[in-house]
């Protein structure tokens, strides 16, 4: 049964930079695209961008600019890299993995979540 | 980017009422969409697929319709457990968007 865990700081400074990683168990990485999802305190989901083990990857444009994903097939785990933070960045930071049914592409697989407070 | 709007924001229920929760595409989005429940501290888990198919496990009380701007998701026979907040997501574009949610709530 695949498991994902995002681990990482909890606690980033303003214009710092958010560094999170995301482990997959229980199965390989080199298959499917891998997603990470936000949610401000109290607010709803804000996809981020996803990755395929091959590299590609496509981001949600208003965060286009200050993301980067990465993806360690040896390691089984994919990271999140986002620049410059500010307090609208404070977030229970999720990772996913999409599968792929016929045409439609699904989160169907969630990490339990990390709370990042960007505060200084 | 495709915006989505759910309604209504939040509902009161009781256990055994049928609930319906619409949402709304800005564009079309043939049968893109997604029904995802959240419950408190958790992660979201997905109830519906293109728009009408039930994720493996998911109870049958939950059902999807509707194609191209209008949405909805019934839950036929509301369960204790089904309190919670739900989510649409369209992956009609590559820039997946969601609805702001709806909360269901113990009347």
């Known amino acids: 049964q695949v498991q994902l865990q995002e681990s990482g700081p909890g606690l980033v400074k303003p214009s710092e930079t958010l560094s999170l990683t995301c482990t997959v168990s229980?199965?390989?990485?080199?298959?499917?695209?891998w997603s990470w999802i936000r949610q401000p305190p109290g607010k709803g989901l804000e996809w981020i961008g996803s990755?395929?083990?091959?590299?590609?990857?496509n981001y949600y444009p208003s965060l286009k600019s200050r993301v980067t994903l990465s993806i360690d097939t040896s390691q089984n785990q994919f990271s999140l890299k986002l620049i410059s933070v500010t307090a609208a960045d404070t977030a229970v930071y999720y990772c996913?993995?999409?599968?792929?049914?016929?045409?439609?592409?699904?989160?169907?697989?969630w990490g339990q979540g990390t709370m990042v407070t960007v505060s200084s | 980017d495709i915006q989505m709007t759910q309604s209504p924001s939040s509902l009161s229920a009781s256990a055994g009422d049928r609930v319906t929760i619409t949402c709304r595409a800005s564009?079309?989005?043939?049968?893109?969409l997604n029904w995802y429940q959240q419950k408190p501290g958790k992660a979201p888990k997905l109830l519906i697929y293109?728009?009408?198919s039930l994720q493996s496990g998911v109870p049958s009380r939950f059902s999807g319709s509707g194609s191209g701007t209008h949405f909805t998701l019934t839950i036929s026979s509301l369960q204790p457990e089904d309190f919670a907040t739900y989510y649409c997501?369209?992956?009609?574009?590559?820039?997946?968007?969601f609805g702001q949610g709806t909360r269901v709530e113990f009347k």
């Open positions: 229980g199965g390989s990485i080199s298959s499917n695209y």
């Open positions: 996913a993995r999409v599968t792929t049914v016929i045409t439609h592409d699904v989160f169907d697989i």
């Open positions: 564009q079309s989005i043939a049968n893109y």
């Open positions: 997501q369209q992956t009609y574009s590559p820039r997946w968007t």
């Open positions: 293109a728009a009408s």
């Open positions: 990755i395929y083990y091959s590299g590609s990857t």
